[in-house]
Nanobody
């Protein structure tokens, strides 16, 4: 089992920045893919940023150039640096992990709220 705990959410004005962190514990390894997802009220959950075990990164078009995913394997954490935040970025943000050879993200955190005011 893998446990994921997010932190760093909060209220910020448009144009501001936040950094989300996710601490992983349990049966994790550097071969796990990690990702950040978000779900806004009344909308489906969507992928925001992902990092494959190769360290290749993928971003949603809506956050490219503004968000950066990073990983510290020594501390077993993954972070999401969010700059130039917009009201449309308001959502609950979830950290997720995907075991090697898995086609989906198997483990999820409880989520952290990000609210961007205009």
């Amino acid at each position: 089992q893998v446990q994921l705990v997010e932190s760093g959410g909060g209220l910020v004005q448009a144009g501001g920045s936040l950094t989300l962190s996710c601490a992983a514990s349990g049966r994790t390894s550097s071969n796990y893919a990690m990702g950040w997802f978000r779900q806004a009220p009344g909308k489906e959950r969507e992928s925001v940023a992902q990092m494959a075990w190769t360290r290749r990164t993928y971003y949603a078009d809506s956050v490219k150039g503004r968000f950066t995913i990073s990983r510290d394997t020594a501390k077993n954490t993954v972070s999401l640096q969010m700059n130039n935040l917009k009201p449309d970025d308001t959502a609950v943000y979830y950290c997720a992990a995907s075991a090697p050879y898995s086609s989906s993200f198997n483990y999820w955190g409880q989520g952290t709220q990000v609210t961007v005011s205009s």
